[in-house]
């Protein structure tokens, strides 16, 4: 494969209409991204660690979301940075690059018998980092989160039934319930300065007699929020009293920042309340795997199980499969070393916006690699409700947001997530991954800096 990645890659970006220097140009020093094992292991000693994850990693010519599609949305091959979807940036751990390149020299790819081992390894993931018992019989695979909490859904909250959300919140979500025909519930958290909270009553009162599931993410995508075990107990328990199932998403849980401890759901203390819930979880946030589809639920209800299961299709590839088991069982330090790199980061931006951009303001996120930004000033600089309004008819609305987004895309090369997408509470927002090398947020925080100081 190797031989023929620069002939791919050219091939790619001539039909993407790049070149390759102007691919180089997108926040993309660094070698091409399909180089080889041994270039992996050569580049391991950079940056202080064992791994390296400050030489930029280019990405442009993989067909990526973060990258080649803000390129071809945007029309512009100097993008400074992907900043949207979330997935990473880095090359990923070697041990799957390993375990990838061992298992392809064995060329049949037939059907696959899922080995005890790929639950094995991800019961003892949970058992040694989060101390969390999770019974291998009580578990689901799936495809991934989407797939798992559809499958909840089918089975939990008939057509034309309300799925409360916290909004802010994961806006994959409003997907899932266009797929199952469910209507989302909006509860929107308190935000005070960035610290973002959950009025009770509030949540209590959105509850109706046709709301059968809430949909917890912890931590919170886009706010980074970190839930306390207090939070979580009393969700649980308003959830249990009104037999409103909980899933919880935990997809980001591995992306505790400095002095935050994620608390699973399935760990609080009240038997009953745990047993009204079912968790997903996967290492495709952990490991940058999102494209290798590979997730899991589990329950301590059986019930709960069986109907997910029921609902469910897992279709998980070979390569998916191997790719995770590699990452849970070897994958360990390369993820601790990463930890701290995305906590700096963090501090990064917080710092940066304090001191060179106090046009937007930014909390430094609790847990996950996303930042949840105000950028109030720029919307009203813009004229951005004005220009929505103006730009939307019929179906096709427009968000101040997304005008902000695109404003951001064309003015300073960085490719952002509209807040609207997030529900309420997205308003002024763009949400930033930043889940890249220091060398490409830096970048792109100075290119922010200077299309805003224009303004
Ligand atoms: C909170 C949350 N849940 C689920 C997903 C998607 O999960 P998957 O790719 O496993 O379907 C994402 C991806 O960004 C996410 O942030």
Redesign the pocket.
Known sequence: MAKNDGLNRRLFLKRAGITAFAAGAAGAVGSGPLSAVAAAAAAEAAGGGKYDFDTPYSRVGTDSVKWDQAIRTYKRPNLIAGMGI?DMDFRCAPCITNALTERIKHENWGYLDMPKEYTAAVVAWNKKRYNLDIDPESMVLTT????GIIATLRAYAPPGSKVLLNTPT?N?FYGDLRATNTLPEDVPMRNDKGKFSIDFDEFERHISHDTNVYIL?NPQ?PTGNMWSPADLLKIGQICLAHRVLVIA?E??CDFAMKGVKYTPFASLPDKAVVNNSVTFK?C?KSFSL?AMKN?WGFSTNPDIIAKVRANNRADITTLGMVANKAALTEGADWLDQLLPYIDTNHDMVVNFMKTKLPQITVAKAQGTYLQWVDVSYVAQKIGAKQKAASMSSGRRQMSAEQVVQDWFAENAGVALNAGSSYGTGGENHQRMNIATSKKTLQAALDAMATAVNKL
């Not at 991934?144 to 797939?147: A, F, M, S, T």
């Open positions: 979330a991934g989160v989407h797939p994961y994959g993410c995508n998403d997809i980001h996967a495709s999102a997730a």
